[in-house]
Nanobody, 123 residues
Framework: VQLQASGGGLVQAGDSLRLSCQAS????????VGWFRQAPGKEREFVAG??????YLGDSVRDRFTISGDNMKNTVYLQMNALKPEDTAVYHC???????????????????WGQGTLVTVSS
């Protein structure tokens, strides 16, 4: 399974971005998918997760970000609105090797990771 994250870039505070995570080698359907981010010098942080029709957002992004999936395109999206400088990080998507489990929020819960896409928010 390979994951390709894309959509990052340099934006100003208050702007929006949509990140995409496309899987190859396997479908996302019925498998947990998560978005994490890692800022310089910090641990990798859970941002959002989805599994079938259930999703969960981290506390710091709940009112601004949404996660969704397109099974036809085998892609999971992270829509980020009202971006803040503290959202600056490398964003990674991940998925698990097994089906089920609901929405997973731990780094160790996932088996496959994409390479990450950099989001930089200037003030």
């Amino acid at each position: 399974v390979q994951l390709q994250a894309s959509g990052g870039g340099l934006v100003q505070a208050g702007d929006s971005l949509r990140l995409s995570c496309q899987a190859s080698g396997r479908t996302f359907t019925n498998y947990p998918v998560g978005w994490f981010r890692q800022a310089p010098g910090k641990e990798r942080e859970f941002v959002a997760g989805i599994n079938r029709f259930t999703s969960y957002l981290g506390d710091s992004v709940r009112d601004r970000f949404t996660i969704s999936g397109d099974n036809m395109k085998n892609t999971v999206y992270l829509q980020m609105n009202a971006l803040k400088p503290e959202d600056t990080a490398v964003y990674h998507c991940a998925t698990k090797a097994q089906v089920g489990f609901g929405v997973l929020r731990g780094v160790d819960d996932y088996d496959y990771w994409g390479q990450g896409t950099l989001v930089t928010v200037s003030s």
